[in-house]
Nanobody
Framework: QVQLVESGGGLVQAGGSLRLSCAASGRTFSSYAMGWFRQAPGKEREIVAAISNSGGSTYYADPVKGRFTISRDNAKNTVYLQMNSLNPEDTAVYYC?????????????????WGQGTQVTGSS
């Protein structure tokens, strides 16, 4: 059974930064693509960023391009999301997810395993 545990969320003033981490259980972390999604109250879950199994390919949603960076450390079974220049529109619960393929997808149904989520709140 795969377990994903997010950490690093919190309250940050506009323009501030946070780094989210997602630690995965299991010995095959390096075989699978990972993604970060977010869901704000009353809205659908949406892709934020994704990364291929090797880390060689990445994807960013338009609202976060140039501000967020996804990365992974396969030796530590961990994927990260560095978030800079945060604003109130970034407020949401952030989830990491694992896809059972080497290359990422951009839809929630592309992913098979999900973490419990971590709250990120950007204050004005």
């Amino acid at each position: 059974q795969v377990q994903l545990v997010e950490s690093g969320g919190g309250l940050v003033q506009a323009g501030g930064s946070l780094r989210l981490s997602c630690a995965a259980s299991g010995r095959t972390f390096s075989s699978y693509a990972m993604g970060w999604f977010r869901q704000a109250p009353g809205k659908e879950r949406e892709i934020v960023a994704a990364i291929s199994n090797s880390g060689g390919s990445t994807y960013y949603a338009d609202p976060v391009k140039g501000r967020f960076t996804i990365s992974r450390d396969n030796a530590k079974n961990t994927v990260y999301l560095q978030m800079n220049s945060l604003n109130p529109e970034d407020t949401a619960v952030y989830y990491c997810a694992r896809r059972s393929f080497t290359f990422y997808g951009t839809r929630p149904y592309d992913y098979d395993y999900w973490g419990q989520g971590t709250q990120v709140t950007g204050s004005s």
